[in-house]
């Protein structure tokens, strides 16, 4: 499913409680994760708090990945 999702923006909540916004550029099977043009949300909003251009996220931090971010949140935040 996150092969399919390549070249789409999503949403990368991690264990520690911070959120990533960013288009999905490379998966692996660990779900390490490679976005492009990457933005840290500010912690219970939807407002850009860094904003990162190619970032990698080990898979051992993520809790979940939204695919379907472009979708819900149509306004993407930029910093």
């Given at each position: 499913m996150l092969r399919d999702a390549i070249g789409r923006v999503v949403l990368v909540k991690l264990k520690d409680g911070s959120e990533y916004v960013g288009k999905l550029h490379a998966t692996d099977s660990t779900m390490?994760?490679?976005?492009?043009?990457?933005?840290?949300l500010k912690p219970g909003t939807n407002e850009p708090r860094v904003k990162y251009?190619?970032?990698l996220i080990r898979g051992s931090h993520v809790v979940y990945v939204s695919v379907d971010y472009e979708i819900v949140a149509p306004s993407l935040p930029t910093a």
């Open positions: 390490n994760l490679v976005l492009d043009e990457c933005v840290e251009g190619r970032v």
